[in-house]
């Protein structure tokens, strides 16, 4: 079985520069989770899907930061502008019932 | 003060040794997981408590409700267990359940 897949895995950009990052979760697993990972701290929920609708986003900085899961299978997240502090480990994650299982993350440098 | 509290921060272990870590939590949960993570950023899930003890291997995790306690328990430890292990907890909200995760602890085994 395929496991979650992210791109791309690095990223350098400059501060209030756009950037973009792309999951595709597990094959018919409806649930999908952006988290950002700042080094040295556990994941923390940006956003969460249950096929095309969004379940929770309370956590999401919505003055820069978007996400889409068009046709509720693929999701991309979005930082427009980016700052410092936005240096991270972008992890997708998908899950059927209980059980998450996680791409291998971006890891986004801003300069 | 963190809803998750894991223990201790960092651990180094010899081959051989029994290791134990801890997590502790202060809200009311209907499930914990413990998750591996190696560098890089690949997350695995080990194990979904919600009572009682589970054992993989040479893995074992207990929780205790009543005291919002969890422990992870690694026999005769190898390097290869090196790695970030973090526990998480599934609260409920208004928006459905959510993961919160602990900031993890960081296990390195020397040979």
């Known amino acids: 079985e395929a496991g979650v897949a992210q791109s791309p895995r690095y990223k350098i950009i400059e501060k209030r520069q756009s950037v973009a990052f792309w999951c595709n979760p597990i094959?018919?697993?409806?649930?999908l989770y952006w988290y950002q990972q700042i080094l040295g701290q556990g994941p923390k929920l940006l956003i969460q899907?249950?096929?095309?609708?969004?379940?929770?986003d309370s956590q999401l900085p919505k003055d820069r930061f978007s996400a889409e899961r068009l046709k509720g299978v693929d999701s991309t997240l979005k930082i427009q502008p980016a700052k410092l502090e936005d240096s991270a480990v972008y992890l997708c994650?998908?899950?059927?019932?209980?059980?998450?299982?996680f791409g291998p993350g971006t890891r986004l440098t801003v300069l | 003060k963190n809803e998750v509290e894991q223990s201790p921060q960092n651990l180094t272990a010899q081959e051989g040794e029994f290791i134990t870590i801890n997590c502790s939590y202060s809200?009311?949960?209907?499930?914990l997981h413990w998750l591996q993570q190696h560098p890089g950023g690949g997350i695995v899930s080990l194990f979904m408590?919600?009572?009682g003890k589970k054992k993989h291997g040479r893995l074992i995790a207990t929780i205790n409700i009543q005291e919002k306690h969890s422990s992870l328990h690694i026999t005769a430890s190898h390097p290869r267990d090196s790695a970030v292990y973090i526990c998480?907890?599934?609260?409920?909200?208004?928006?459905?359940?959510?993961?919160?995760f602990g900031e993890g602890t960081q296990l390195t085994v020397n040979p």
């Open positions: 994650a998908s899950s059927f019932l209980e059980t998450q299982y």
């Open positions: 094959s018919g697993h409806a649930t």
């Open positions: 899907f249950q096929n095309n609708g969004v379940v929770d």
């Open positions: 809200v009311g949960i209907s499930a």
């Open positions: 408590l919600s009572s």
């Open positions: 998480a907890v599934r609260v409920s909200g208004t928006s459905g359940s959510r993961l919160t």
